[in-house]
């Protein structure tokens, strides 16, 4: 079954797919994907139009199998699609999915597509499965893929008070050497994301800390205080 949803919403979408905006989308992503020319909002509308005839697949194999034949296809609307399908079982992830959550930072990977997997997906997964936060997101802050090191650093930004903050300012000390533009973008992003719920904390960690200048600037964007350097 997984073979033909996936390959009738293959289709589906590609009914709907526009070549002349196609070509801005791609500009926009450095053409690092082709794309079929559907914007965010009629894709969502027309995958939520396909759910509605042809259900979803269940949690298991069918439905990795379906995330997966997706993730294989080009355009970058099928990756969005995949993780529009996956976010119908935001809460109800079983253990394994950790795997394919993984599988799919490290492929095809981008910050349009990584964001939302660490963000949401793992955020999500992990309030399910404390347990495994060390497990998982110790390898990936020590790895050398900057992707899962995103990952590492942005999961807990929807968490708020239930944030662990010893673990966030240890992974952003961890990587606050890097030179990449995209490390040090999302140390600034999750520090102004928890600033929200511990502003005094965060304006404490960025004077005691070296970062780079785009971190502190992300970071103390809406403080209350301006960094003086």
């Known amino acids: 079954m997984s073979y033909s949803y996936s390959n009738r919403l293959e289709n589906w979408l590609r009914a709907h797919a526009n070549?002349?905006?196609?070509?801005?989308?791609?500009?926009?992503?450095?053409?690092?994907?082709?794309f079929l020319g559907i914007k965010s909002p009629d894709r969502v509308k027309l995958v939520k139009a396909f759910i509605q005839e042809h259900g979803i697949p269940p949690q298991g194999e069918e439905l990795t199998c379906t995330i997966r034949e997706l993730w294989q296809l080009p355009e970058r609307e099928f990756h969005y699609t995949a993780l529009q399908l996956l976010e119908k079982h935001l809460k109800k992830l079983e253990p394994a999915a950790i795997d394919l959550l993984e599988e799919l930072v490290v492929t095809h990977s981008w910050w349009d597509t990584v964001d939302t997997i660490a963000g949401r997906l793992i955020g999500s997964y992990f309030t399910q499965y404390p347990d495994l936060i060390p497990v998982y997101t110790e390898r990936w802050i020590n790895s050398d893929n900057m992707w899962l090191q995103r990952s590492a650093l942005l999961f807990q930004l929807s968490y708020k008070k239930r944030t662990d903050e010893a673990l966030l300012f240890d992974y952003i000390r961890r990587t606050a050497h890097s030179k990449e533009f995209f490390l040090r973008k999302a140390i600034g992003w999750a520090l102004r994301q928890y600033a929200k719920t511990n502003e005094p904390a965060v304006r404490q960690f960025?004077?005691?800390t070296e970062l780079s200048p785009l971190s502190v600037r992300e970071a103390l964007k809406?403080?209350?205080?301006?960094?003086t350097t």
Not at 19 to 34: D, H, V
Request: glycine share 0%.
């Open 19 to 34: 070549s002349e905006k196609a070509s801005p989308m791609e500009a926009y992503m450095r053409n690092l994907f082709p």
């Open 206 to 208: 960025v004077s005691e």
């Open 222 to 227: 809406h403080s209350s205080t301006v960094p």
